[in-house]
């Protein structure tokens, strides 16, 4: 049944002017990024820049790349994620969802995959970006393997959190509106409450657990993270759909 609900939102995505409009600006907007990283490189490594301290061009484009893919991924979501179940709430269609023989759980889950999927698109868009690099370039294949994953972690976190949002209003813009706020403290933890770098709040902070996947690292802690807050917001959409549909 997951496989049915996915199915069904990935056509209503690719269906949806908003979504090819957003997917459009995104590939512009990267591909713009990228073209600037290469140009900026050639203009850097060139020069008095000893040999020593020169970085190969797959972390110096990609670092700026995917940071930028990040912060992007902070607007895109919010507008994405917002008609997922809201509108279903708005359009007085949720009722026929829950009568329908598939469970709460299938649900919600098709419909943060067929998200994540669609966004997924993204990050292979930039990583055939970066490949592209290899007939000019030695290219780092772990390093772009590494930021590709921590990419795909955020952005399934956004999508979760957007999800969850998505199910306690009727309203798609308050649902985006939410989702942008949340996302954003949690993104900026740090900054907002600013403390020790050692601290609590670094920890908690989205963009920080992103930052060492940027550097081509990949640390157990930081896919501990994104998985309980995937698992966070995924069980409380759950309960909050559940609880809904007991209420009738």
Not at 38 to 55: H, K, L, N, T
Not at 69 to 84: D, E, G, I, N, T
Not at 181 to 203: C, E
Request: no cysteine; proline share 4%; aromatic share 12%.
């Amino acid at each position: 049944m997951i496989i049915n609900i996915l199915r069904k939102e990935l056509k209503s995505m690719f269906a949806s002017p908003m979504g090819w409009v957003i997917l459009a600006l995104l590939m512009l907007a990267f591909g713009m990024n990228f073209l600037n990283g290469i140009d900026s490189y050639f203009s850097v490594m060139q020069g008095s820049m000893r040999p020593a301290e020169r970085i190969g061009v797959t972390q110096f484009v990609g670092q700026k790349l995917f940071s930028f893919a990040a912060f992007l991924a902070l607007f895109a979501v919010p507008l994405l994620s917002m008609r997922l179940i809201a509108e279903e709430r708005r359009s007085l269609t949720l009722p026929f969802l829950f009568s329908a023989p598939v469970s709460i759980t299938d649900i919600v889950l098709g419909k943060f995959l067929s998200l994540v999927l669609f966004l997924g698109l993204i990050v292979v868009y930039i990583a055939l970006m970066l490949f592209a690099l290899s007939p000019w370039a030695e290219i780092d294949v772990g390093y772009i393997l590494a930021n590709s994953f921590g990419l795909l972690l955020l952005i399934a976190s956004f999508s979760a959190a957007g999800l969850y949002f998505s199910s306690m209003t009727q309203q798609p813009v308050v649902a985006a509106i939410l989702t942008f706020i949340v996302l954003f403290a949690l993104s900026f933890l740090d900054l907002v409450l600013p403390g020790d770098p050692s601290g609590v709040l670094p920890n908690l902070s989205i963009m920080h657990r992103f930052q060492s996947f940027t550097g081509g690292l990949i640390d157990t802690g930081d896919i501990a993270y994104f998985v309980l807050l995937i698992i966070t917001f995924l069980t409380l959409t759950i309960r909050r759909l559940d609880a809904d549909r007991l209420r009738g």
